[in-house]
């Protein structure tokens, strides 16, 4: 069982940034795949971004909308993981989640093991 606790998030204007993180319990964290969601209100939970575990050499991948923008990054020792987010934009504004994949999994669905409470974000115009 492994549990995640997203960081705090925050209000911040258009074109600032901002550095969520989720914390996971237990051990073997880096053998987890992890990603980051969002889901802002009326719509679906959609895919931002993830990085694979370590044995699969962390790959990147995001949604074009985030693509140089955002960045996702891991740190097996403090059993974390972090999205920094710049040039923000309003349509960013919604809840973040954290989801973790024992099997590696990557992809943009939500086929992820485990999920975070979820952290809001809302970017002023």
């Known amino acids: 069982q492994v549990q995640l606790v997203e960081s705090e998030g925050g209000l911040v204007q258009a074109g600032g940034s901002l550095r969520v993180s989720c914390a996971a319990s237990?051990?073997?964290?880096?053998?987890?795949?992890m990603g980051w969601f969002r889901q802002a209100p009326g719509k679906e939970r959609e895919f931002v971004a993830s990085?694979?575990?370590?044995?699969?050499?962390?790959?990147?991948r995001y949604t074009d909308s985030v693509k140089g923008r955002f960045t996702i990054s891991r740190d097996n020792g403090k059993n974390t993981v972090y999205l920094d987010m710049n040039s923000l934009k309003p349509e960013d504004t919604a809840v973040y989640y954290c989801?973790?994949?024992?099997?590696?999994?990557?992809?943009?669905?939500?086929?992820?093991?485990?999920w975070g409470q979820g952290t809001q974000v809302t970017v002023s115009s």
């Open positions: 237990g051990r073997a964290f880096s053998m987890y795949a």
């Open positions: 990085i694979s575990a370590s044995r699969s050499g962390g790959i990147r």
């Open positions: 989801a973790a994949s024992y099997g590696d999994y990557t992809g943009v669905g939500l086929n992820y093991d485990y």
